[in-house]
Structure formats: C-alpha cells, structure tokens
C-alpha cells in the first residue's frame, strides 16, 4: 500500500510497520511537501510517453506524479528496504523500471530508450552523491534533453555561476559545457523528512546545442582550478608540465595564454566556458 507522502508522522509509522529506518549514508530525506514536489515535475516539462531517468526514488512520492503524467520512468535506487516497498507498489505498472544498487555503478549499463531523442533526468538527488552524479554524467558525455534536480542549496548556486561570481568552480565550467543551468526556488529544509541541516534549490538545466570537446578538456578544467589562489600561469604550468615536462612547459604556458589573450595574473575564476575550451584547443593542438 502506498504510504502518504505529505505527512511526516505517517510516512514515519509506515518505515516502522515496513521495518525500516533512514539512512544518512544515503542521503535520504523525502520531500514531504506536495506543491513543491508537482512543480518540479512540472518545471521538467516532459510530455506523455518520455522516459525519465529517476534519481533515487525512495518510497516512490515522486514516482507516483510522474507514472500519473504518463511518463515512463526509470527508477534508480539503492537501498534494498526501498526497493521492496517499489516492487510492491509499482510492479503492476508497465511503465515503471527498476535498476537496483548505486546509481554511480548502475547508470553506465542502461540506454535511453527514446524515439523523440528526448531523454530526462530527475530527483530529489542524495547529498552525498549529487555533484559527483551529475558530473560523471557530463565527463562520460551522457546528457539529457532536459534535468531537474533538487540538490544542497550551495551545489545549485555553484552549478548555476558565472564567472567572476565566489561560486564559481569548476564544476560550474562543467555544468555550462553541456547545458544552460536555471535555478528554480529555494526548498526550504522544513519540507523534507528528517529535517536535513541545510536548505535544498530546485535546479533546472537545458541541453546546448552539443560541441565536440577537446581531449583534456575537464583535466584542464580542474588543474587550472586546482588551487584557487594560484594565477592561471602557475596552475597551467604545473599542468603542461605533467603532460609535456618541466623543461618545455614554461614557454609552451606563456604561447597559450598569449594565444588566448589571458593575462599572466589572470585567476581561473575569470575564465568563463568559451576561455577554458579555446585554451583547451590550443593545448590539443601543441605539437612538441
Ligand atoms: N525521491 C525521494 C523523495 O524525494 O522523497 C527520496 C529522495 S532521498 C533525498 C535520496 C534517495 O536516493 C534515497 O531513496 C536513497 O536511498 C537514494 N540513493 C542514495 N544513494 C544512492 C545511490 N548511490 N544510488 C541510487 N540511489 C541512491
């Protein structure tokens, strides 16, 4: 039986009848609050008969509003207590599929499955994992047309950033490689159960138009970040350096950046996406 997804208490009763218990290894904390829970669906924008790719169903609150949209969803969870109460839930519904373990292990064996070569993602994502996810996804160059996720509130400002901004990471280099990041609303911490310590945002991100990516170009992204305080020339020499030696890469680092028109002193976070892949070209296309 389904539990009710709005109300602490019951949703507490039905973990202690079901015996079971939250895990904060996992990052689970359910979002009690329906009218935030419908405007993220609806913010995904996804109509009938697309497939959704579901980050961490829990007890399926989510689930629930997107099989009701007619949506075919594919349901990544990890705790085996979850999955029981999934399968006794939705296993009549020919539009649910479960993919059980860690979503970070689990992922890479599982195609869309889309004639609209429209593809979604979706979640209230765990803590622990959310960032690491999300970037996985971008680095081994799966994207989807459209995602919303519910993440730590810092995390979204960060993917959201741009340069110049104290949130910018580069992490934020490799949200924007791929798609256009729009924070939705603050979720405050009140509507979760257990109440985490922190507030969550909505964040929303569109697919751009897609670009080959020079080859190193997310290394590159995270050594000139590397240490943040350093000037771009010193994180990039030390990157050179490991690629072409000690010997070559002072010079090679003073032609790139003059190729670039970056200032010596320039710092990583000034560097905005287009900046990081034309350096990213011009290190492809050093020959020594
Ligand atoms: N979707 C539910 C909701 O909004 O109420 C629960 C969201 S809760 C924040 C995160 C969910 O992700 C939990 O169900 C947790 O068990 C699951 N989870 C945590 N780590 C995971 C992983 N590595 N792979 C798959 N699922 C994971």
Same mark, same amino acid.
């Given at each position: 039986?389904?539990?009710?997804y709005?109300?602490a208490?019951e ?10 218990g ?8 359910f ?7 419908q405007s ?6 996804a ?10 169903p829990?007890?399926?609150?989510m ?18 207590g979850?999955?029981?109460?999934l399968?006794?839930?939705f296993?009549d ?22 004639s609209?070569?429209e593809?979604?993602l ?23 047309s ?9 995390v ?11 949130d ?10 791929a ?5 939705l !609303? ?5 509507s979760?159960y257990?109440?985490?310590n ?11 138009s ?12 995270r050594?000139?970040?590397a !240490? ?8 990039l020499?030390?990157?050179?350096? !490991? ?13 790139v ?5 970056i !200032?010596?002193n ?15 070209k011009s ?5 020594i």
């Amino acid at each position: 039986m389904m539990p009710n997804y709005n109300s602490a208490a019951e949703l507490r009763a039905f973990l202690e009848k079901e015996g079971l218990g939250m895990r904060k290894k996992f990052g689970q904390n359910f979002l009690i609050n329906p009218k935030t829970r419908q405007s993220l669906v609806d913010a995904l924008g996804a109509k009938p008969g697309c497939e959704v790719w579901e980050i961490g169903p829990g007890l399926g609150a989510m689930t629930d509003m997107l099989l009701k949209n007619d949506l075919r969803v594919k349901a990544f969870e990890i705790d085996n207590g979850f999955i029981r109460v999934l399968k006794e839930i939705f296993c009549d519904n020919k539009n649910f599929n479960l993919v059980e373990g860690d979503v970070l292990k689990t992922w890479k064996n599982e195609t869309s499955n889309d004639s609209l070569n429209e593809t979604f993602l979706f979640g209230n994502l765990p803590y622990n994992i959310a960032a690491v996810l999300l970037a996985d996804f971008i680095e081994k160059g799966k994207t989807f047309s459209r995602i919303v996720v519910t993440v730590q509130k810092e995390v979204a400002l960060r993917m959201a950033a741009s340069a110049g901004s104290s949130d910018y990471s580069s992490f934020s280099v490799l949200c924007a490689s791929a798609y256009k990041v729009k924070p939705l !609303s603050v979720i405050k911490r009140e509507s979760f159960y257990p109440q985490p310590n922190v507030d969550s945002m909505g964040v929303l991100l569109e697919r751009s138009s897609p670009q080959e990516m020079p080859s190193g170009f997310f290394r590159l992204v995270r050594a000139l970040f590397a !240490s943040r305080r350093k000037t771009v020339k010193n994180n990039l020499t030390a990157f050179l350096s !490991s690629r072409f030696g000690k010997v070559q890469s002072q010079q090679l680092c003073a032609d790139v950046l003059r190729e670039n028109a970056i !200032s010596e002193n320039e710092r990583a976070e000034n560097l905005d996406f287009n900046a990081f892949l034309s350096l990213a070209k011009s290190i492809e296309n050093v020959r020594i």
